[in-house]
């Protein structure tokens, strides 16, 4: 995990907004000195690091060149990254939102009971 990983700044500064909430205060990101920004940063890397390690975190960078990309958006639509040969950079990757599709529908518990293990990504409506 590096800190050029986009997350950890999110991390960070989510951190230390919801730290200083319960006393009111609005401090912002970037007012907070250099050394003080970098406490954040460091607990964000180790915590984010963390989480990928556990599983419910996905690693920034394609694991394989297999892999394909899921995102979920602020509404909890799901979309699925659409590769091109050879393969795209992430942020330049076509993505196609992925639908409901009840023909293709599966128990949850059943699936569980034969190994497949899931991770929340988020909420739709």
């Given amino acids: 995990m590096t800190n050029t990983d986009p997350r950890i700044r999110q991390l960070a500064e989510a951190r230390q907004q919801h730290g200083h909430q319960p006393y009111g205060s609005t401090a912002r ?15 964000a890397t180790a915590w984010l690091a ?15 060149p297999d892999h394909n990309a899921v995102w979920v958006d602020e509404e909890g639509f799901l979309y699925g990254e659409y ?4 393969p795209t950079p992430l942020a330049e990757a076509a993505i196609l939102r992925l639908v409901w599709a009840s023909e293709v ?21």
Avoid at 83 to 86: A, D, R, Y
């Fill in 29 to 43: 990101w970037d007012n907070l000195k250099p050394d003080e920004q970098q406490l954040f940063l460091t607990e």
């Fill in 50 to 64: 963390a989480a990928v390690a556990a599983g419910i975190a996905p690693p920034a960078e394609r694991p394989t």
């Fill in 105 to 125: 529908c599966s128990e949850k518990r059943e699936m569980e009971e034969q190994g497949t293990t899931f991770r929340l990504l988020g909420w739709s409506e």
């Fill in 83 to 86: 590769q091109t040969s050879p």
